[in-house]
């Protein structure tokens, strides 16, 4: 009995189990909703409808304002021109006062200083075929000029420049150097030369506003107890401010020459562009004009510098300083030196290099530039800078940009070294 029982408990275990099976297969035999698999698809690229092509394919902008054009300029801008003003710009003094134009009596010339020759108002010309002879002058100038930059100024990317002064005369009258008789040059005369010039000459008539260049004080002003500078009367009626500023350690001062009156006295402050004088015509001078110095280091005859490379240049100007050398680097004296504009194909101006005399009495290179000519007031432009050395003719281009000095040396060039002759 107990084996029967034994035997159906093993039949019932069975069943449980293939029927547990059945159900599970059951389960799974029934229909399931489809699996959806996405395959992720990429449409053909299409060209943009609003591409820079397809917009002016369709025309846009044909009825709309068309843009302006600008030819390109290929002259030089001449600025409008206003009739200069060349009357005084004070109440000159009556010729009684003066005594036949000179404030003082002026004893005869000590030696030393020599008179300053006559300045020249010939106008320079834009005739190219003009060539300059030694001493001549071509090339254009302008009735008008425009305004001098503000100082002090030193846009130059090594820090050589040093315009530090503004200009003594009113913007109405000449205030630039006349081109016949430059720094460190003896003058158109070469058969007569005059003198080194050791300064600018400016012509103006008498009784024109003379204003201080930089702030400082007046260390000199012409007196009827006083009237000698520096022993000579060559200079005439003289101003000379010792400035409240110098350079590299060196102290600066400007002088005034051959006024009319002063209008400041010794000891006075003075601040950039006041006025300390009127132009005239004493001393040694048989033409109105104001004679301007920069002296360094020393307030002597022979420690001028060239006022080109410490006046600012006008606005749309600049400056260009350079040497004539021969090809072992010597300085060439005396050396006509022509500018060539490159936008006008004509002379802009024409200088000679300095007169190096080496003696106390001298004209200085710039410490910065170490040049031995040098063109004032160029405008901004491409130029040839040009010489004829020996039958050799030098030339160099440069670029001139605004309140900056650029810097330009002419040097034949050097003759192969013979080589010895080696023989096995």
Excluded: C, K
Excluded at 6 to 21: K, P
Excluded at 111 to 117: I, K, L, N, S, Y
Excluded at 194 to 199: A, K, L, M, N
Excluded at 222 to 227: A, K, L, Q, W, Y
Aim: hydrophobic share 35%.
């Amino acid at each position: 009995m107990r084996g029967q029982m034994s035997g159906f408990a093993a039949t019932l275990v069975v069943v449980v189990v293939l029927g547990g099976f059945g159900l599970l297969l059951y389960h799974n035999a029934r229909s399931t909703a489809p699996l959806r698999v996405i395959i992720p698809t990429q449409s053909t690229p299409t060209s943009a409808g609003n591409s820079w092509q397809e917009v002016f394919r369709s025309g846009f902008g044909d009825n709309t304002t068309p843009l302006p054009t600008i030819a390109i300029p290929t002259q030089r801008y001449n600025a409008p021109t206003l009739p200069p003003n060349l009357g005084p710009t004070t109440t000159p003094v009556p010729a009684a006062e003066l005594g036949n134009g000179v404030l003082f009596t002026m004893a005869p010339v000590s030696t030393g200083v020599t008179a300053t020759p006559p300045p020249s108002l010939t106008p320079r010309t834009t005739d190219a075929a003009q060539v300059m002879e030694p001493g001549g002058v071509v090339g254009p100038t302008d009735e008008w000029r425009p305004p001098p930059l503000t100082p002090p100024l030193n846009r130059d990317p090594l820090g050589r420049d040093h315009y530090w002064f503004t200009r003594p005369i009113d913007s109405s009258g000449v205030n630039y150097g006349l081109p016949t008789y430059m720094y460190g040059s003896d003058g158109p005369d070469t058969v007569n030369p005059s003198r080194v010039h050791t300064g600018l000459d400016m012509s103006n008539e008498i009784g024109s506003t003379v204003r201080a260049t930089g702030a400082g004080t007046v260390i000199f002003a012409s007196t009827d107890e006083n009237p000698y500078f520096q022993n000579t009367s060559s200079y005439g009626v003289v101003v000379v401010i010792e400035h409240d500023f110098g350079w590299q350690g060196q102290p600066l001062w400007t002088l005034y020459a051959h006024l009319q009156r002063p209008l400041v006295q010794t000891g006075d402050h003075v601040e950039a562009g006041n006025p300390i004088a009127l132009s005239g015509n004493s001393g040694h001078s048989s033409g109105p004009h104001l004679h301007y110095e920069i002296r360094m280091g020393e307030n002597r005859y022979g420690s001028s510098y060239n006022p080109v490379l410490w006046v600012v240049p006008y606005v749309g100007y600049g400056t260009i300083a350079g040497r004539v050398v021969t090809e072992r680097g010597n300085l060439i004296d005396d050396q006509p030196v022509t500018l060539w504009s490159l936008s006008t194909g004509s002379v802009e101006t024409v200088t000679t290099t300095y007169i190096l005399m080496d003696n106390e009495n001298d004209v200085n290179p710039d410490p910065n530039w170490d040049e031995n000519f040098a063109f004032g007031d160029v405008p901004v432009g491409r130029y040839n800078v040009i010489t004829t050395y020996e039958g050799v003719r030098l030339s160099r281009t440069v670029n001139v940009y605004e309140g900056m000095t650029t810097f330009v040396e002419l040097r034949p060039l050097e003759a192969a070294t013979p080589q010895p002759v080696v023989t096995p």
